[in-house]
């Protein structure tokens, strides 16, 4: 079974300040992708940044990051000069890719950007 | 605008009545899934399905069922016999394993309490 650890319920940054959110994983599986999803108080999930498992090279998407270390099964995501409107539940994923594609959530990061 | 829809945005159910969560994507997409997230909760695996007329069950099945007669449409039918259905209810799509650039896009969710 697949599982994903989210450790941090909740985080709390000062605006402009840099964050980290921790994630990892467990599976046995070698294709999968990995994902972080925002979700802000109106429910809505918005994709944050996605990596491929066979990719070495870490995904940026603008002031969003990772860190993937496939080996250690650990996939954190860093915010830097963080906006208020960066305040949500995040949400690390992962898609196993052969088989049935299943999708698995872990329970969420709480984060407070303050101003 | 392509898309998923989830209706209805508010349902209300009273004790021992069956309901129906809608759900219809126009992305072409060929995997689709019901998530059910509870107050400061994760997101948990209800039923998902990867083609049409197949589906496979997730980690919290039980008191609920799920149709997949056309590729569009994925509709979740919450049981008498789910005992605590009060919830938050995501339905999300995919397109098929492998595929470049897959991602998981979300519904806007639908709200159930019980009454």
């Known amino acids: 079974a697949q599982t994903v650890t989210q450790s941090q319920p909740e985080m709390s940054v000062q605006e402009a300040e840099t964050v980290t959110l921790s994630c990892t994983y467990d599976?046995?599986?070698?294709?999968?992708?990995l994902f972080w999803y925002k979700q802000p108080p109106s429910r809505q999930m918005i994709l944050v940044i996605r990596?491929?498992?066979?990719?070495?090279q870490n995904a940026t998407e603008n002031r969003f990051s990772v860190n993937f270390q496939k080996a250690a099964k650990s996939f954190s995501l860093k915010i830097s000069d963080s906006q208020l409107g960066d305040t949500a539940m995040y949400f690390c994923?992962?898609?196993?890719?052969?088989?049935?594609?299943?999708?698995?959530f872990g329970t969420g990061t709480k984060l407070q950007v303050i101003p | 605008d392509g898309g998923i829809t989830q209706s209805p945005k508010y349902l209300f159910r009273k004790e021992g009545q069956n309901v129906t969560l809608s759900c219809e994507q126009n992305?072409?997409?060929?995997?689709m899934y019901w998530y059910r997230q509870d107050p400061g909760q994760g997101l948990r695996l209800i039923y998902y399905?990867?083609?049409?007329?197949?589906?496979q069950k997730g980690d919290i099945a039980e008191g609920y069922s799920v149709s997949r007669e056309k590729k569009e449409s994925f509709p979740l039918t919450v049981t008498s016999a789910q005992k605590n259905p009060t919830a938050f209810y995501l339905c999300?799509?995919?397109?098929?394993?492998?595929?470049?650039?897959?991602?998981?896009?979300f519904g806007e969710g639908s709200w159930l309490t019980v009454v």
């Open positions: 999300a799509s995919s397109t098929a394993q492998g595929a470049p650039g897959n991602t998981i896009y």
């Open positions: 599976t046995s599986e070698n294709n999968y992708y």
């Open positions: 990596q491929e498992a066979y990719k070495q």
């Open positions: 994923a992962f898609m196993i890719l052969g088989g049935y594609q299943k999708v698995t």
């Open positions: 992305l072409n997409h060929d995997a």
């Open positions: 399905s990867q083609i049409v007329n197949d589906f």
